[in-house]
Each structure stands twice: as C-alpha cells, then as structure tokens.
C-alpha cells in the first residue's frame, strides 16, 4: 500500500484528499496542512516510486497505467473506511483524479484541481518527444531539471522548480523512466477528459503565467456545466507553493459551498 499521512478534525468531518504530481511528494501540501484540517480531515498519500512509497512494497510493474495508479490511491480510501473525499491535484495529479472519478463516481465529493494538465500544446510534445529520445541516455536528473524550467521558467517561480527538484532527487532513474513513459502516453486520456463532462463540482485553480495549461483549461471550462475556472494572477504552475495563502482561500471557499 502507498505511504500516507492523515490529520483528523473528527470523525464526522469530510475528507479532503491531496494528490501530488510526477516527481513530487505529499511534502509539497505542507503550507496546506494547517488551513485546511480546521475544517477537514486531511489525507496525503505519496504516489508509488514517489516520498516515503518510495521504500513500500508493491506490486512491481514494468509500465504504470492511470487505472493503476488510481486504484493504489483509492485503496488507501478503502483502507481508511473513507466513503467519499474532496480531491485536490497538482500538475500530474490532476489527471489521476479525473480518472479515479470517471471510475468511482461515488467515491468523489468535488474536485480542486490546481496547475491541471488537460492538454499537451505543442511545446509540450515537442518536450515529451525530446525526453523520449533523451530518457535513457543523459541522468534523469538533468532532465527533470530541464523540464522544470521549461514550465516553470520565470523568476517567481524559481521556489516552486527547487522543491520539486529536491523531491524528484529522490526517485530512482528506472522509477523516473516509468512515469515519463506514463505522461507521455497521456493525449488519448486527456482528449476524452475534454469531452466527456462530469457532474461533479470541479474547480480549475490554475496560475496566470502558466502558459502551456492555461488556454486548455480557459477553453473546457467555457465547454463544462460543472466547472469553473480561477486564475491567480502573477503566478505560475505550482500555484499552491507559489501562492499558499490565495490557493488556501480559494479552495476553502470552493469547498464551503
């Protein structure tokens, strides 16, 4: 089973569920924490390979799939007894919470998803093809990096790029290998996400200076009933680590309503 860490308000409160993206680990919700178990429990799992799964025993896998992954999320849940949660995703996250919702609609009380990966532009697969070619040749590491700064390139986002940066130093250069190999199967995936609407409550926090995102995400949600959409000005990807206090509020007021 993933590595998880649960914070209880009480027994009766609701859950608020936080998945990290590739590379990260539950360590990047730390300015998160304190706000939000006022009001909920709080659970934080570490994706396989990824913080403290890293050292776990699971099932050993040559190629990841979003199902699986997913299903690792949602036996934590079961595990837990926890029914139903709020979810809130960064980056790669995101993805993995609108696949466990298209398969345990029931088990998904709203979505937060922040910094959401809905479409890949063309600097994105122009990126991912690089990678692809490069991934078993130059250190995982400095690959990372390069992506890193390719998303996250202006200097207000230089603290988001060192935690997640200092998080992926600890994964495995094989472990690296299988989620890059997962993202960059991802466009089908994303191009049924885009389609396909769901009715549960769904909000898209999303930073103004996110560019290779934001335009997907600006256009799905002119398209979807149930989403909506707020940007958080002079704020990149990583909008809960660049903007702790706005993303906080905005995702409390989300969910009190």
Known sequence: MLHFTTYTQNPEAPWVTFVHGAGGSSAIWFRQIRDFKKSFNVLLVDLRGHG???????????????????????????????????????????????????????RVSSMILAGAIMKLNIRGQVLIRLGILLKSVIPYLMLYRLFAFIIMPRKNHKASRYLFVQEAKKLYQKEFIRWFTLAAKVNPLLAFFRIRETSIPTLYLMGEEDYMFLPSITKLVSNHR????????????????????????????????
Request: a neutral charge; charged letters at 30%; one cysteine or more.
């Open 52 to 106: 403290k799964s890293k050292n776990h025993v699971y099932e050993k896998l040559k190629k990841y799939s979003f199902d699986v992954i997913g299903d690792e999320v949602v036996e934590v849940l079961d595990h837990l007894k926890i029914k139903q949660s709020h979810f809130v995703g960064i980056s790669l996250g995101t993805i993995i919470i609108r696949e466990i919702t298209e398969r345990y609609p029931d």
């Open 226 to 257: 149930s989403a909506k959409l707020v940007v958080v000005p002079s704020c990149g990807h990583v909008v809960n680590v660049e903007k702790p206090e706005e993303f906080n509020r905005i995702a409390l007021e989300f969910l009190a309503k």
